[in-house]
């Protein structure tokens, strides 16, 4: 199953996509998680990403679809896998179409822009293996370190108030028309975020025909 996460930063959908790839097996692909990653090791690609994403900018196409194409063609998603951040451009759908690419489900995953905010400033990531947690609503078990891995949790760059603003205006600029151009081709499900996680992750699974998971 090809799936692709649709949802403004902070609406949950990388946390959806985590749970979905251990259900089903397949991997979860973030373009925001292997971005920072090559910010963090300075590759060319990660310093050339990063003048865009510190200011909540989208980094541009021929850099993301480049990276997608990479990815895609490794072993773990020939039983399928999930797309976590990507496409986020009517050119980056267009482009995952040329390469051959079936989609079977998009699942757009809606928030309210307060609520974004409010949820975004208690986020927290490990540098390390790149998990995410929330203070309220999903904090890890001593409050501080990664469950996974034990390194010590911060705050992304990115998740600071004034960048969200501007990441949630890219969101409704370049991302959201996305939704139009997924429904015309028959595969869209919208599924409203809820304040409780296992809310969310059961309507989500609703929505990819997997109910009773
Ligand atoms: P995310 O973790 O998905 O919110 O991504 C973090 C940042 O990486 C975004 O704010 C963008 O600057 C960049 N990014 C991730 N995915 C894409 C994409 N598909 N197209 C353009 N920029 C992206």
């Not at 203070?135 to 990115?158: A, T």
């Not at 975020?193 to 009773?212: C, S």
């Amino acid at each position: 199953m090809n799936l692709i996460f649709l949802g403004a930063p902070g609406a949950g959908k990388g946390t959806q996509a985590e749970i979905v790839s251990e259900r089903f097996g397949i991997p979860a692909i973030s373009t925001g998680a292997i971005i920072r990653e090559a910010i963090k090791t300075k590759t060319p690609m990660g310093i050339a990403a990063r003048e865009y994403t510190d200011v909540g900018a989208l980094v541009p196409d021929d850099i993301v679809i480049g990276i997608i194409k990479e990815r895609l063609q490794q072993d773990d998603c020939n039983n399928g896998f999930i797309l976590d951040g990507f496409p986020r451009t009517v050119p980056q759908a267009e482009a995952l179409e040329k390469m051959g690419v079936i989609i079977d489900i998009v699942v757009s995953i809606e928030v309210a822009d307060e609520d974004i905010v409010k949820r975004m400033s208690g986020r927290r990531v490990c540098d390390s293996c790149g998990a995410s947690y929330h203070v309220v609503y999903k904090p890890s078990k001593d409050g501080e370190n990664c469950e996974k891995c034990g390194n010590k949790l911060s705050v992304r760059r990115d998740d600071m108030p004034e960048v969200v603003l501007s990441r949630l205006a890219t969101y409704h600029e370049q991302t959201e028309p996305l939704k139009d151009f997924y429904a015309s081709r028959g595969v869209l499900k919208i599924v409203q975020g809820q304040e409780e996680l296992a809310d969310t992750t059961r309507l989500t699974a609703e929505a990819i025909g997997n109910p009773e998971a």
